[in-house]
């Protein structure tokens, strides 16, 4: 099918231009500095990875589920719509709470069979990874994601500034790829586990990010 195509294609793009794509799809993405982008993006990268580094090392050997047990979050499976505009593979609830959409396990066998290259890793292990990055962030347990600002508006000495929730994607994804050892970057993973319920829009919104990613390319 040449919407799974597309789709596959898309997956596969380098991890810095699915990381930049991300970035630009912030609404605040103008208010950055331009040349500041290359660098956040960078710290936002080590922030995930370097959290998911003394994660391993606290709790050698253990699984995503088990590491989510022994910091206290409880992970429950629970029925998501899933809609054009907004597909929502699990979120974090504070305190502890980490939700996975159950029903996309009903596609487990078309992802099987479409995307190999996500065989050896479970996606709702990358769900899990990613919201358990969201509870640190919560914590305030990361560093720079949290402290990021750029400016919006000013008013006399006043400068009111919003940080970059792209950021904290992000940070997530990496924390999620060194955490689960993936050997894919899963920055689209919305993207393509919807693709089979939505093939037409996700082919499109596919090809937008391979087009993007063209432009992008050094
Ligand atoms: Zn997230």
């Not at 990875?49 to 989510?68: F, N, S």
């Not at 050892?181 to 093939?199: I, K, R, T, V, W």
């Amino acid at each position: 099918m040449e919407a799974i195509q597309a789709v596959n294609q898309a997956a596969a793009l380098p991890k810095e231009t699915q990381m930049l794509l991300k970035l630009r799809e912030d609404r605040f993405f103008d208010k950055i500095p331009p040349q500041e982008v290359a660098e956040i993006i960078e710290k936002a990268a080590h922030s995930g990875g370097k959290l998911a580094g003394e994660l391993k090392q606290k709790y050698p050997d253990m699984d995503v589920r088990k590491i989510a047990e022994a910091l206290g979050l409880e992970v429950r499976e629970k029925e998501l719509p899933i809609d054009e505009q907004f597909v929502s593979v699990g979120y974090f609830e504070a305190p502890r709470l980490i939700v996975i959409n159950r029903k996309m396990h009903e596609m487990d066998p078309f992802y099987h069979e479409e995307y190999p290259w996500l065989a050896a890793d479970p996606w709702e292990d990358i769900a899990i990874a990613h919201e358990m990055f969201h509870y640190f962030q919560e914590q305030q347990a990361v560093d720079f994601v949290e402290t990021y600002r750029v400016p919006l508006w000013k008013l006399g000495p006043y400068t009111h500034q919003t940080p970059i929730a792209s950021l904290g994607e992000i940070a997530a994804m990496n924390f999620a790829e060194a955490l689960l050892e993936l050997d894919f970057y899963p920055g689209y993973l919305e993207m393509f586990l919807a693709a089979p319920y939505f093939p037409k829009e996700i082919a499109n919104k596919a090809a937008q990010l391979l087009a993007e990613a063209k432009k992008y390319k050094e």
